[in-house]
């Protein structure tokens, strides 16, 4: 027996998640809030702690970043497949479907860094391929033709805290058949992947194999919920969409699991942009040319270094049940000797925090049931109690044996608490409490 075999055993003496599969079904996994809640570590605990699914599927697009930690030190970052492609010998293929957009350089990277054989790769010919003009006309550098025009500020979406990876514009040129638009079937260097998806799952899944679908970014970001919008993505984050988005009928859906934080974010509202390229700047591009951290650094100081600041805009409010919160607040009161450190996978900024909210989750609950089980998953434990930060345990379904934990549970899910099955503990993988 190999050593990732022996791992793998000794992992299944603790953990099963097979329960959250069905033969014949997709099963989801999905952020309930506005993102970044350790989505990538959901999907990749659920994959590797079960031998009953088959594949894997998503339409993600590469404003979404995905973390996977493992005990063995890899870190993974998807943006292209899903949080399993590391485990290339347990799935028989990854899709990615027609409402999907990928970034060609991404897509090769994740490729190289977790081995994913090319034979188990499959992506849609509609997939569409973002293009460099896409974040450029989000930044106001170009017109929708790709043409040079002159900035007046970061962007025309800056003020909604957007990515400005593009994606939303990419998706417009395909609504419009602008002549722009690129797609898989037009890249000869993705030929080889090319086929039915939408096809190829449902064969699958009348075959009996279930299939994991993860869905990008979060259930807030729905541009077409009235609370949020326009601080939204270009789609909804919903199970419903996601297989819009997939093109394949909802008689296939299974089990959904809600993944939710004990301390939702929403992105940072300020953007930081080059004065010459009209680039937006990461916080460890202002750090270095000012020489001053994000929170004392002054206009002044800004404008010698060559940075504009642009903030004028938000990236939205919460739930009518949320207040926005102070990070060392939170690292005090959780008992956190090194303070938290939440920076955006993508812009690189502070995260915006907020208190939990009940509203969210039934929210979240009411417009993704599926007709089979909703399930609920809560990560970031450590935030509620520094001391359980990486503890690894399968208890009794309520039973988190932890008495400032399960406090917080009776007063921030009540009646919903019956409904969660997993409690992530830390960044890594198997950092995880189940509940069975």
């Not at 999907?43 to 590797?48: A, I």
């Not at 896409?134 to 909604?160: H, M, R, S, V």
Request: aromatic residues 8%; proline residues 4%.
């Amino acid at each position: 027996m190999s050593s990732s075999s022996a791992f793998r055993e000794v992992l299944h003496l603790m953990f099963d998640t097979s329960f959250v599969f069905t033969p014949g079904k997709l099963t989801f996994t999905l952020d309930g809030g506005a993102g970044s809640s350790g989505k990538g570590k959901l999907g990749s605990f659920l994959c590797q702690n079960a031998e009953n699914w088959q594949f894997a599927c998503n339409t993600f697009m590469p404003q979404a970043a995905h973390w996977v930690k493992l005990d063995d030190g890899r870190k993974l970052l998807y943006k292209s497949f899903n949080s399993c492609a590391y485990l290339a010998d347990r799935y028989e293929k990854l899709f990615i479907g027609p409402g999907a957009a990928i970034q060609l350089e991404e897509f090769h990277r994740e490729i190289d860094e977790s081995r994913i054989p090319r034979k188990k790769i499959g992506i849609s010919p509609l997939t569409a391929i973002l293009q460099a003009i896409d974040g450029d006309f989000e930044k106001e550098k170009c017109d929708l033709d790709g043409n040079p025009i002159k900035a007046e500020g970061a962007g025309y979406l800056a003020k909604t805290g957007t990515t400005a990876k593009g994606c939303g514009v990419n998706r417009a040129r395909r609504l419009i058949r602008h002549r722009m638009a690129r797609y898989a079937h037009q890249v000869p260097e993705l030929k080889e992947f090319i086929c039915d998806v939408p096809e190829e799952i449902m064969q699958r899944l009348d075959d009996g194999q279930a299939g994991l679908f993860e869905i990008a970014q979060g259930f807030q970001l729905s541009y077409l919920l009235p609370k949020f919008y326009p601080f939204t993505t270009s789609r909804n984050c919903t199970v419903a969409a996601g297989l819009d988005d997939l093109m394949v009928p909802p008689c296939y859906a299974g089990n959904v699991v809600l993944n939710f934080r004990t301390y939702p974010i929403r992105i940072n509202n300020n953007k930081y942009v080059d004065m010459k390229s009209r680039n937006h700047l990461t916080m460890d591009d202002v750090i270095s040319r000012t020489g001053k951290p994000l929170d004392i650094v002054t206009r002044d100081e800004l404008e010698v270094a060559g940075i504009e600041l642009d903030d004028k805009g938000s990236s939205g409010h919460g739930y009518e049940d949320q207040q926005e919160i102070n990070w060392d607040d939170v690292a005090r009161a959780c008992g956190s000797p090194t303070g938290i450190d939440e920076i955006t996978s993508e812009t690189k900024l502070p995260r915006r925090g907020f208190t939990f909210s009940k509203a969210n989750v039934e929210h979240a609950i009411l417009h993704n049931r599926a007709g089979q089980n909703v399930f609920l998953s809560l990560n970031f434990a450590d935030y509620v109690d520094h001391k359980l930060l990486g503890h690894r345990d399968r208890r009794p379904e309520g039973d988190v044996e932890q008495e400032v934990l399960d406090r917080w549970l009776q007063e921030n899910l009540g009646r919903r608490r019956e409904m969660l099955k997993f409690i992530g503990t830390g960044p890594k993988t198997d950092d995880m409490i189940q509940l069975c």
